[in-house]
C-alpha cells in the first residue's frame, strides 16, 4: 500500500517512539525497524531525536499507547486526520487501504 499513498501525494514518515528493548527511538533504529518489515518508502525519525524536545510524539494526546497515524497538510501542517494503533485495547488499527482511504478522503 505505500507506493499507492505515495502515489497519492502523501508523504510516510516512520515515527519510532521505542525500540524492541524500550529505548527510545533513533532515526537510526527506526531506519532498521522499517526494513525489517520490508519497506524502503518514507521518511524516518526518532522520538529521542525530536526537537527542541525529546519525545514530542509519544507525549501527544493522539498517541495512545504504541503509535499513530497522522495525515498533515504539507502547506500549514495543518493535522487533518489522525488515528492510533497498536496493541493497547481500543485502538484503531487502521490497515494499509484503509489508511489509503483516510489519504484520499482527506486531501488539501
Do not use: Y
Not at 533504529?29 to 524536545?53: I, K, N, Q
Not at 499507547?65 to 495525515?71: A, K, P, S, T, V
Not at 498533515?72 to 495543518?78: F, H, P, T
Amino acid at each position: 500500500m505505500e507506493e499507492e499513498i505515495l502515489a497519492e501525494g502523501a508523504q510516510l514518515i516512520w515515527v519510532l517512539e521505542q525500540d524492541q528493548n524500550a529505548q527510545p527511538g533513533t532515526a537510526d533504529t527506526c531506519l532498521t525497524f522499517v526494513a525489517g518489515r520490508g519497506s524502503d518508502a518514507g521518511l524516518c525519525v526518532g522520538d529521542a531525536e525530536t526537537e527542541p524536545v525529546a519525545g514530542v510524539f509519544d507525549e501527544a494526546p493522539f498517541a495512545t499507547g504504541r503509535g499513530f497515524d497522522m495525515i498533515v497538510r504539507r502547506s500549514d501542517m495543518e493535522i487533518l486526520f489522525v488515528t492510533d494503533h497498536g496493541t493497547p485495547a481500543g485502538n484503531d488499527n487502521l490497515t494499509g487501504a484503509e489508511i489509503l482511504d483516510a489519504v484520499r478522503d482527506h486531501k488539501p
